[in-house]
């Protein structure tokens, strides 16, 4: 099974500032990369897929990067509704994996 | 617009068989350019797939689970079930069905999912 290791697990910031949230693969996944945010009580909902396609309805404010092993999320605003958990999760191989969520805290 | 419901009892004695359906509507689960995912998580933690199916019947699923689990699909009722037998209090968590999406150029991703339906595996 391919491993997906995200960092850090928590990040504290405030509205208005630029985050950055990796995740690596434990093998090459090319692009096959995809970003979720969830909110407490909520299912995930797809912000990027494709590595760095952007979902529809989602603001351009999420960008995503990267390939091969390397993989990044990054909001350049952070807005209130930002704040919240967010996991990638690789569409390569079989069995689908996701990384261990990266909380964004109000700092 | 697509939209997934699951529905199944939220308590399960340990060493029974979950039992959990995801009803489909707003398009076809016959569709063969999609797959129908079960993905949970427990309280607190992140999120683990279960496995999937397609149209076609194919099936994939955990390497952990593949033991004990069966995904299935009622296509007459737009459905597609999730059966997990000899739970434990390990497997209690919130399932999700969801739909795989997308296939431009192999890339896959859960566009459409179910609100989740807690399931607590207790005596």
């Known amino acids: 099974d391919i491993q997906m290791t995200q960092t850090p697990s928590s990040l504290s910031a405030s509205v208005g500032d630029r985050v950055i949230i990796t995740c690596r693969a434990s093998q090459t996944i090319s692009t096959y990369l995809n970003w979720y945010q969830q909110k407490p009580g909520k299912a995930p909902k797809l912000l990027i897929y494709?590595?760095?396609s952007l979902q529809s309805g989602v603001p351009s404010r999420f960008t995503g990067s990267g390939s091969g092993t390397d993989f990044s999320l990054a909001i350049s605003s952070l807005q209130p509704d930002d704040f919240t958990t967010y996991y990638c999760q690789q569409s390569h191989s079989i069995p689908r994996t996701f990384g261990q969520g990266t909380t964004v805290e109000t700092k | 617009q697509v939209r997934l419901q699951e529905s199944g009892p939220g308590l399960v004695k340990p060493s029974q068989t979950l039992s959990l359906t995801c009803t489909v509507s707003g398009g076809s689960i016959r569709s063969g350019i999609y797959y129908w995912t079960w993905i949970r998580q427990p309280a607190g933690k992140g999120l683990e797939w279960i496995g999937r199916?397609?149209?076609?019947?194919?099936?994939d699923y955990s390497s952990s689970l593949r033991s004990r689990v069966t995904i299935s699909a009622d296509s007459s009722k737009n459905q597609f079930s999730l059966r997990l037998s000899s739970v434990t209090a390990a497997d209690t968590a919130v399932y999700y069905c969801?739909?795989?999406?997308?296939?431009?150029?192999?890339?896959?991703?859960?566009?459409?999912w179910g609100q989740g339906t807690p399931v607590t595996v207790s005596s």
């Open positions: 494709a590595a760095s």
């Open positions: 199916m397609y149209a076609s019947g194919t099936t």
């Open positions: 969801a739909r795989g999406g997308g296939g431009d150029y192999g890339h896959y991703y859960f566009d459409y």
